[in-house]
């Protein structure tokens, strides 16, 4: 099992999609969202703290659908308008405490890379290694987690920092939430990334494991 180091100047957490239509009320809301919002907030207040970089993303489209593709027709409600930019089912839960000197990388598919500045950011900044929380586990976040594996960035995912929501019978039977969350995790921590919980990066952190801000990359 890989045990990646947290120096805050090659280190970035990503934090994905906390907007509205995913973190509560609404039916493709992960049950624990609010849950997970509480955590990362608490993980990114820390991470500011010593000097790593907190970065939020947003999965939208283009209000005119100039972008929206076949995205639209595997998924109707996105053809609705549901995660239209500029929405209030899109825009970022206001409970989310985004700082004004963190970044927000608006995305138009499930990757946070794909179509994005992302790696831009990061490269530019000397980043390596990236810690990703968020919603949902097993779609944005993982299809992230992956993206950047394959990129050679360094990947911490939190399992209890990330959720996800149950899905109806495809074909294969109903699935629970808590079933696809303990798998989607299973399969980062074995292929793609080292697997820990919030808590587990917060007591690294806050036992002075890691460089202090005055030794951050400018």
């Given amino acids: 099992m890989v045990n990646f180091a947290l120096e ?3 280190t970035a957490l990503l934090i994905i999609d906390m907007q509205n239509v995913f973190v509560a009320n609404s039916p493709i809301a992960a049950p624990t969202g609010v849950d997970v919002l509480s955590r990362l907030n608490r993980l990114a207040a820390t ?3 010593v000097g790593i970089e907190v970065i939020y993303t947003a999965h939208v489209v283009r209000a005119d659908h100039s972008n929206l593709g076949i995205l639209g027709e595997m998924l109707p409600p996105v053809h609705a308008g549901l995660i239209d930019d500029g929405s209030n089912s899109g825009a970022l839960h206001p409970a989310l405490l985004v700082d004004e000197g963190d970044i927000v990388v608006k995305k138009p598919r499930f990757g946070a890379f794909y179509g994005t500045d992302l790696e831009l950011i990061l490269r530019h900044r000397g980043i390596d290694t990236l810690i990703i929380g968020g919603i949902a586990t097993n779609v ?20 209890d920092g990330t959720a996800t929501f149950a899905l109806s019978d495809m074909g294969c039977g ?10 989607s995790c299973s399969v980062i921590g074995f292929f793609f990334g080292q697997l820990l919980t919030v808590d587990q990066v917060l007591e690294r952190l806050r036992a002075g494991t890691v460089s202090r801000p005055s030794q951050r990359i400018a």
């Fill in 174 to 183: 109903p699935i629970s939430a808590e079933e696809i969350q303990r798998v």
């Fill in 47 to 49: 991470c500011r703290e």
């Fill in 8 to 10: 805050p100047s090659r």
């Fill in 140 to 159: 944005c976040c993982e299809t992230t987690a992956r993206e950047a594996a394959v990129r050679d960035f360094k990947v911490v995912f939190l399992g």
